[in-house]
């Protein structure tokens, strides 16, 4: 069956980093763009950053730009986000979504998972 699952959340101090893992099967995500998305509590949820099919491309929010960077490894199905300086407003459940038509400000998605915490506190 088509699956992402996202790992790599926890509990950080601000200025930490950690890293997120999106891991897909049941499909090839080599043919995919790759979004991150994050919704905190009483927000909207947000575009964090997209990754083109073959990892040339990428795209960023303003919020996050110089501190997360995505990757993609293809030959292990898995999407990345290394996210350093964290920030306690970083604080969001973070979310994996396989795109269907590339990284656009109206993405359209078909497969997300079920998401990982990430809490910027001391």
């Known amino acids: 069956q088509v699956q992402l699952v996202e790992s790599g959340g926890g509990l950080v101090q601000p200025g930490g980093s950690l890293r997120l893992s999106c891991a897909a099967s049941?499909?090839?995500?080599?043919?995919?763009?790759i979004g991150w998305y994050r919704q905190a509590p009483g927000k909207e949820r947000e575009g964090v950053s997209c990754?083109?099919?073959?990892?040339?491309?990428?795209y960023y929010a303003d919020s996050v730009k110089g501190r997360f960077t995505i990757s993609r490894d293809n030959a292990k199905n898995t999407v990345y986000l290394q996210m350093n300086s964290l920030k306690p407003e970083d604080t969001a459940v973070y979310y994996c979504?396989?795109?269907?038509?590339?990284?656009?400000?109206?993405?359209?998605?078909?497969?997300w998972g079920q998401g990982t915490q990430v809490t910027v506190s001391s």
């Open positions: 990754i083109s099919s073959s990892g040339g491309s990428t």
């Open positions: 979504a396989r795109h269907l038509n590339g990284c656009r400000k109206d993405p359209r998605y078909d497969y």
């Open positions: 049941g499909f090839t995500l080599a043919y995919y763009y």
